[in-house]
């Protein structure tokens, strides 16, 4: 008799290939995920850097970031080319006026004079008048994720000094950049998980509506939500 040299797999081999395959693709996309809450919650820290370098600041120079009178007294470095110094106006608001001497972006700017943050920001827009990731301001650990200090009002009228967290949109940083779900996971973190209360403020990004839920309680986060509209504001100090 014939021995059978089929050398096909048999119906266990095909179970165990099967399996082995789906335990890889389960530990990968584990891991993606992983990878990606790790990134998310590293903004909590980026954060708490930022506010601690900011008060530092504060401390040593009676001034915040971007807004101090006498900046250029203290490094010549920062008075570009066109003649613009980085001086503010003092008057404890980090303001955004779309100009070359935006106080929003001197403030990163005065910090790296300060050796408060590493990177070396230029302190004004690029050429074509837009934000620039890693140039202007800082990056983030997340996928287009970035940073901005700026007095700003948020959709209930409250005011005040904040660091905003979210994707560049041309010359502003108000592009969506998480999802609800992981804007609440920060939110609960480090404050009450409502999007309009509290020290953290959920918002859509700009030219979106998915973060928010407005019916019928408009101070939640859509978890129904999975794509990125969310940016969040972070409160520099007490907010009228």
């Not at 504060?58 to 203290?74: E, F, I, R, T, V």
């Not at 070359?100 to 300060?114: K, P």
């Not at 990177?119 to 202007?136: K, M, P, W």
């Amino acid at each position: 008799m014939k021995k059978n040299n089929n050398s096909g797999f048999s119906l266990v081999e095909m179970t165990v290939v099967i399996v082995v395959i789906g335990i890889i693709v389960g530990a990968v996309v584990s891991s993606k995920s992983m990878l990606r809450n790790y990134r998310v919650m590293s903004v909590i820290s980026d954060v708490e850097e930022f506010r601690a370098s900011i008060d530092a600041f504060s401390s040593k120079y009676k001034s915040l970031p971007g807004d101090m009178s006498d900046a250029a007294d203290y490094w010549s470095a920062c008075t570009d080319t066109g003649g613009n110094t980085c001086n503010g106006d003092d008057n404890g608001m980090v303001e955004y006026v779309a100009t070359a001497a935006r106080e929003d972006l001197r403030a990163w700017e005065h910090l790296n004079h300060a050796e408060m943050v590493k990177n070396d920001f230029t302190g004004r827009e690029d050429v074509s008048g837009n934000l620039v990731v890693d140039v202007n301001v800082p990056i983030s650990k997340t996928k287009s994720g970035a940073f901005d200090l700026f007095y700003y009002t948020d959709s209930t009228g409250r005011v005040g000094n904040m660091i905003r967290f979210a994707s560049v949109n041309g010359a502003n940083l108000d592009a969506g950049v998480i999802t609800p779900q992981e804007a609440e996971n920060i939110d609960l973190k480090i404050d009450d998980g409502k999007s309009l209360s509290g020290e953290v403020v959920g918002e859509n990004g700009d030219g979106v509506t998915g973060c928010i839920d407005t019916v019928p309680t408009p101070d939640e986060y859509d978890l129904d939500g999975v794509v990125k509209d969310c940016i969040l504001s972070f409160w520099l100090e007490t907010v009228q």
